[in-house]
T-cell receptor
Framework: DAMVIQNPRYQVTQFGKPVTLSCSQTLNHNVMYWYQQKSSQAPKLLFHYYDKDFNNEADTPDNFQSRRPNTSFCFLDIRSPGLGDAAMYLC??????????????FGPGTRLTVL | RKEVEQDPGPFNVPEGATVAFNCTYSNSASQSFFWYRQDCRKEPKLLMSVYSSGNEDGRFTAQLNRASQYISLLIRDSKLSDSATYLCVAHLYGNKLVFGAGTILRVKS
């Protein structure tokens, strides 16, 4: 089945120790997103790739970086995790043409714990 | 003011009840709207899209009032399996969605 896959599902890291979360998709969608969701809060968009074009949200801290080496994969790098970065990180994809919008499909998320 | 606001609930209802959630949005340029369902510690999943005045799918009805800038979701004949958080989502422009914080529904037997 076509899907959005996130690895790992649970990640524990130490304060300040870099961590990378991965997302892959078999939907062949051209747009990939990373969201941060804290408990009882709305998912917050960090950035997205439209094809190879990177689009950063204005309030996303520099501590968060992303890479998209090809259509199928997208990575979220947290350079120096702080306690406040503990959250669920959701990857989503959509097929989008300029001027139209289609449904976003979410992966199962990676729950990050910072010790 | 948040771009998308929802009553966080929780709404506690018995099986078979009808329940309605409201959501307001601040940007009148919002083009379309969605209701997503999110189970505890799981990812959001699309429940309904709302492009014009409303949409109906079985027990679920969504309505859009552009003049008052609110969207509603009505669930009829509630099931235990409807227990979840319901996220109201606005599509502003391009590929960006803005999520509300969600309304918690608990259906009890």
């Amino acid at each position: 089945d076509a899907m959005v896959i996130q690895n790992p599902r649970y990640q524990v890291t130490q304060f300040g120790k870099p961590v990378t979360l991965s997302c892959s998709q078999t939907l062949n969608h051209n747009v990939m997103y990373w969201y941060q969701q804290k408990s009882s809060q709305a998912p917050k968009l960090l950035f997205h790739y439209y094809d190879k074009d990177f689009n950063n949200e204005a309030d996303t801290p520099d501590n968060f970086q992303s890479r998209r080496p090809n259509t199928s994969f997208c990575f979220l790098d947290i350079r120096s995790p702080g306690l406040g970065d503990a959250a669920m990180y959701l990857c989503a994809t959509s097929r989008s043409d300029r001027g139209s919008y289609n449904e976003q499909f979410f992966g199962p998320g990676t729950r990050l714990t910072v010790l | 003011r948040k771009e998308v606001e929802q009553d966080p609930g929780p709404f506690n209802v018995p099986e078979g009840a009808t329940v309605a959630f409201n959501c307001t949005y601040s940007n009148s340029a919002s083009q379309s709207f969605f209701w997503y369902r999110q189970d505890c510690r799981k990812e959001p999943k699309l429940l309904m899209s709302v492009y014009s005045s409303g949409n109906e799918d079985g027990r679920f009805t969504a309505q859009l009032n552009r003049a008052s800038q609110y969207i509603s979701l009505l669930i009829r004949d509630s099931k235990l399996s409807d227990s979840a958080t319901y996220l109201c989502v606005a599509h502003l422009y391009g590929n960006k969605l803005v999520f509300g914080a969600g309304t918690i529904l608990r259906v009890k037997s």
